[in-house]
């Protein structure tokens, strides 16, 4: 199949086509004509993302990537709340890759960061409200009456004096004639009817259904399946191959050499991972052979003696700690983790000489378009990117590899290709979150007030290989974030950062370095509240004096949680705050600690993240979150032996079952502040409240993940 005909802006907009969008999602409106009015037959697209048809339609594009956040529904709902749209007849796509849909404030088309709501916040409201003042103008001109006597409502415009009404469908036309307000009035919040509500999620009905469409879900006629044969080495090279076994396995119809390794390419899955099992190929290991996680330990404590680049220095850390009346030391480490993104990577791409099209579940569409151009020769133009559903993003889906791939099979065979990555592909060729090594210091003085704290922080940089632009100074904000910004009140503080790579590749894992640094230094602050005999909670909150947000949603956590209240043997509460993306969240988590395990029966969530879109999704991301980070404390890591990763699968790199999942509740503090994020920030706090729950049951300190029986031992 070959793809459509190239079409300009304006007959992509009168045809009501979504070239480019994966996903339309909605419900058409019903209900007669209001009043008579010139027939429309063009559809009024005042901006990138808003299209009206004469039909009554609302169409909303949401320039992000919707892997389980409620993206799909969160957004729209800024619009339609300016634009006063009917919410049963608003139908939603995703956008397709380019230059207008680069947000403005990070200057990318990408999904992460919990940037969705919070960076489009003004951006989709003023986008709303300017096709109201248009739609108002155009019916005021429809009538020969002041626009000031005109109010939209649910998808009309009425005239108030008379009652007269004309839907803005019957509008497209002349609004599509007007000027497009640059600074149109806002709505006030006390006049909210969609922000602020619990509304159910769009993008459900066709996931229950199974009419939603995923990466892996994309059928393209014509289309071959391709399996990629890459080296378990990182940074390994085919040194020989010998195609002959593979392609005498029936259905194969290729086999291709790429950037990553050898694709067998074939009319279906099964054959062409038959056909690359059958591959002969003697690999180059390469000199990442030799490492292992033993050595890769070695070299981060050898690399944490020397000092690194500093993120925070004030006060007098030296004179503090040398005339503290007690100074306290632990070294902290977590491990490397995978995404593990329910999932797997895949790409559908077919490269022909005047165009590439690209089905994928990305976050990354701006990326996905010049990597392909890159590859291809073309004009990012010519780079179409249909975005799909993603079944779980996490950073994985932010990285560039699997599209690569896909654009270079293709581009070889000629034909459109389907890339699929087995779970065991995508366990052991991931970019997974960094292993961290950190020393902490800290003194007290002789009321055992805490005068002095230090981090060094021994990891990879992620932002060096993926963002260097961000790199300032030659620190890493990816990697010192909730490290350098602790919300505590400390007169001394010193932080320092010391890069160190390994060979492992190492990528954006959900909260990224708050996923670590939060559960260092948050346990660690434990270890001063019983050396100062002071009560977890009750430390926390006399060092968060300059803190207001982390003291609200840290004392209600505490409350609702029944911080005091006396638990059995055996039994233990730990809390934790942290601030990541704009939001603070704080977590008390009750444990049960019997027979050398840990079962966390409950969770209290608190949450404060500005002005709340939809209560829904925030509630639904606290709890994926918490789930997602309880693996990552209680069961998962990825090892390297012989510059390889040991796991493959889920039986050696488990996840939280739901029969271990515990109680979660959760609590959204009011603030009219401007949204924060909400797809992540749910997962720092939860590894150390779990941590410092176990040291309060049984008095055995966790300075490392996950925490498995013999840690429980002490």
Sequence with gaps: MRAGPRLSRRTFLT??????????????????????????????????????????????????????QGVLTSMPMLIAEELEADWSAIRVEQAPAGPEYVNPVTKRQVTGGSRSVRNSWELFRKAGAAAREMLVEAAAGEWGVPPEECRAENSTIVHLPTGRRLTYGQLTDRAARLPVPQNPPLKSPKDFKLIGKRLARLETPPKVDGSAVYGLDVKTPGALVAVVARCPVFGGTPRTVDPTRAKAVSGVRHVVA??????????????????????????????????SSESIARAFEAAGAQPGVVARDEGDVLAALGGAARTLEAVYTVPYEAHATMEPMNCTAWVRADGCDLWVGTQAQGFNQQ??????????????????????????????????????????????????????????????????WNRLTAGLDPSGALVAWTHRLVGHSIAARALPAIVKNGLDPSSIEGAYNIPYTIPNVRVDWVQKETGVPVGFWRSVGSSQNAFVTECFLDEVAAASGRDPYELRRTLLTKAPRHAA??????????????????????????????????????????????????????????????????????????????????????????????????????????????????????????????????????????????????????????????????
């Excluded at 694709?263 to 490492?291: C, H």
């Excluded at 994985?396 to 599209?403: A, L």
């Excluded at 939809?614 to 990825?638: C, F, H, R, W």
Aim: glycine share 12%; charged share 20%; hydrophobic share 45%.
């Design 553 to 714: 949603v840290l004392e209600l956590a505490a409350t609702r949680a029944g911080w005091g209240a006396p638990l059995p043997r055996g039994r233990g509460r730990g809390i934790a705050v942290h601030e990541s993306f704009g939001s603070v969240v704080a977590e008390v988590a009750e444990v049960a600690v019997e027979d050398g395990r840990v079962r966390v029966d409950r969770v209290v969530c608190v949450v404060e993240c500005g002005t709340v879109v939809n209560p829904d999704t925030v509630e639904a991301q606290m709890e994926g979150a918490i789930v997602y980070g309880l693996t990552a404390t209680l069961k998962s890591e990825i090892t390297i032996a012989g510059g390889r990763v040991v796991q493959s699968n889920f039986h050696d790199f488990p996840l939280l079952r739901i029969d271990e999942a515990p109680r979660v509740e959760v609590y959204v503090l009011p603030s009219a502040e401007p949204p924060g994020g909400v797809g992540e920030p749910g997962t720092p706090p939860i590894a150390p409240a779990v941590a410092n729950a176990i040291f309060a049951a049984t008095g055995t300190r966790i300075r490392k993940l996950p925490i498995g029986p013999a840690d429980l031992r002490g």
């Design 258 to 291: 790429i950037d990553s390794g050898v694709a067998v390419v074939a009319d279906a899955f099964w054959p062409a991972k038959l056909g690359r099992d059958a591959l002969d190929i003697v690999w180059d290991e390469g000199p990442t052979a030799a490492v």
């Design 15 to 68: 045809a009501g086509v979504a070239a480019g969008a994966g996903l339309a999602i909605g419900f058409c409106p019903g209900g007669d004509t209001l009043a008579a009015a010139a027939p429309s037959t063009e559809p009024f697209a005042p901006n990138p993302w808003i299209r009206i048809t004469p039909d009554n339609v609302v169409t909303i594009i949401v320039d992000k990537s919707d892997m389980g």
């Design 371 to 436: 990597t392909a151009a890159k590859l291809t020769g073309l004009a990012p133009e010519s780079v179409k990117v249909h975005t799909t559903l993603l079944g779980g993003g996490f950073g994985r889906r932010f990285e560039q590899d699997f599209v690569a791939e896909a654009v270079q099979i293709s581009k070889a065979v000629g034909a459109p290709v389907k890339l699929v990555w087995t779970r065991e592909d995508d366990m052991q060729h991931d970019f997974y979150r960094p292993t961290t």
